[in-house]
Structures are given as structure tokens and as C-alpha cells.
């Protein structure tokens, strides 16, 4: 049995993520041009009339919501390429660590890397909420009753997942469970 266990966290580079991004640029783009060919009297985009339409007030709207969702999508596209949020999860039972690495937005904090003593954690803790956005969250609970949490962010995982998640890391770390029921 090993006594080294390293989990693997998903970051940006999900395919909801590509998804939003191409979704959002496409769509800004279509505005964006249907603003310009109001401005400029020429179709910019095939299959529209979007030169009968008047600068002011619609085409200025146009270019404007074109122009906001076009960045909004370059963010999503900056955060998948420089895949904010992934990382790992290491348990090193030989040098009783435990180190949380995560990657960040790029700049003196891109890298974060915290790392804690094994004989510091008091529990594992799960937190279930169910709900309109619900909520399916691992956490390590030290002795002075911080709670680190260990999962993704994004799409919460599936029950029996989480459970069996939670119930391997405890046993490996030979502490307590708290929260499932």
C-alpha cells in the first residue's frame, strides 16, 4: 500500500467552459456587426437587414452589448488557457504533509500552495446542500477549526462520489468523518 495519495483537480479547462466561451463570442460577434453595419450602411452579416436599422439608439446598443460579451468571452478563454483553479491534493503519510496546490490568475499569487501537518487535522468534513445551486464540498478540518476544502469548483459532484471520496480519505488519514449521515 502506498502512503503517498495525490488527487488531481479539474480547473477551467472543462467543456462547459469551451462551451460559454465560443457561445459568448459568437453571439457577441453577431452583435458587435449588426452594430456596425448599422453604423457603416453595409451588411456585415449575411441573410440580415441589419442596415435598416438606425445607429441611434439600436445600433449603438448593439456594438455596446457586441463589445461587452466579446471581453467577457476573452476572460473565459484567458482563464481556460491558463487553467485558474487546477491543481492537486497530495497526502504524504512518510512526511506527515499534506499540500494543496492550486494554480491561479497570473501575477505575484499565480501559484498557491499551501501545506499543512497530518497530526493538525482533526476531521474530513462533508458538506451536502441541496437546493437550487447545490452544494457537494470535501474539507479538511484542523484542530483549530479552520476548514480547507479539497474539492473542484464548478459542478458538484455526485453523492455516492463524494461519499466514497470522503470515506477513502479519512481511512488513508486515519481521522474522523463528520457529516454524512
Known sequence: MSNIRKDKILGSRRISNYWWATTIFLGGLGFFLVGLSSYLKMELLPFTKSTDLLFLPQGIIMTFYGTTAIFISLFLWLTILWNVGSGYNEFNLDLGLITIFRFGFP???????????????????????????????????????????????????????IEEQAISLAKFLGVFLEGID
Open 107 to 161: 501575477g505575484k499569487n499565480r501559484i498557491l500552495k499551501l501545506q499543512y501537518n497530518i497530526n493538525d487535522i482533526q476531521s474530513i468534513k462533508v458538506n451536502i446542500q441541496e437546493g437550487l445551486t447545490p452544494k457537494r464540498e470535501i474539507y479538511l478540518k484542523t484542530k483549530d477549526e479552520r476548514e480547507i476544502p479539497l474539492t473542484r469548483v464548478g459542478n458538484p459532484i455526485l453523492l455516492n462520489e
